[in-house]
């Protein structure tokens, strides 16, 4: 069974608050590896970032992940949950500097939907912990106003 949704579709804002300028200064990732367009919410009283990646035909996984009905992978949604959570760290603590959050783990994936070239894939993110040693994130993925992919997300500071 799903888990809640930690913003209800409904709610989800479809105006962009932070562009790629400031998603690349906070995050290393580059060219195809970057699946984080822009920040559609980013509200830390709440623990909660909301942010997205337009799905074109020009990804590169679109030519041979099901040719002629090209899926969005599981593992490339995986990392766009993850550079959302390394955003959302970068911008509550600053004193990181250099530093981002690479894997330490994933709990309790599941992928429920696809998503296609043409789609908007909102990723949600609610942080749990921002302890010393581990950072801990729920995560969500929603495609045409559907869940298509749910973890928790561990990081660690590299």
């Known amino acids: 069974m799903p888990a809640p949704l930690i913003v209800p579709v409904d709610q989800i804002p479809t105006e962009e608050i932070?562009?790629?300028d400031k998603v690349q200064e906070m995050i290393p990732?580059?060219?195809?590896m970057q699946q984080l367009d822009g920040i559609l919410l980013f509200d830390p009283d709440n623990g909660v970032a909301?942010?997205?990646k337009d799905i074109t035909e020009k990804e590169f996984?679109?030519?041979g992940h099901i040719p002629g009905?090209?899926?969005m992978p599981g593992v490339v949604m995986c990392e766009a949950a993850a550079q959302l959570c390394s955003f959302y760290f970068k911008m509550c603590c600053p004193e990181a500097g250099d530093r981002f959050l690479g894997f330490g783990g994933m709990?309790?994936?599941r992928f429920r939907g696809t998503v296609v070239p043409g789609e908007r894939f909102v990723?949600?993110?609610?942080?749990?912990t921002l302890d010393r040693r581990l950072k801990i994130?729920?995560?969500?993925g929603i495609a045409g106003g559907k869940l298509v992919f749910e973890a928790r997300i561990t990081g660690i500071e590299v």
Do not use: A, T
């Not at 990723?123 to 749990?128: Q, S």
């Not at 994130?137 to 969500?140: R, V, Y």
């Open 61 to 63: 996984w679109v030519n």
């Open 50 to 52: 909301v942010g997205y």
């Open 29 to 32: 990732q580059r060219f195809e």
């Open 137 to 140: 994130f729920e995560s969500q």
């Open 123 to 128: 990723i949600v993110v609610k942080n749990i």
């Open 107 to 109: 709990d309790k994936v």
């Open 18 to 20: 932070i562009g790629l």
């Open 69 to 71: 009905r090209p899926l």
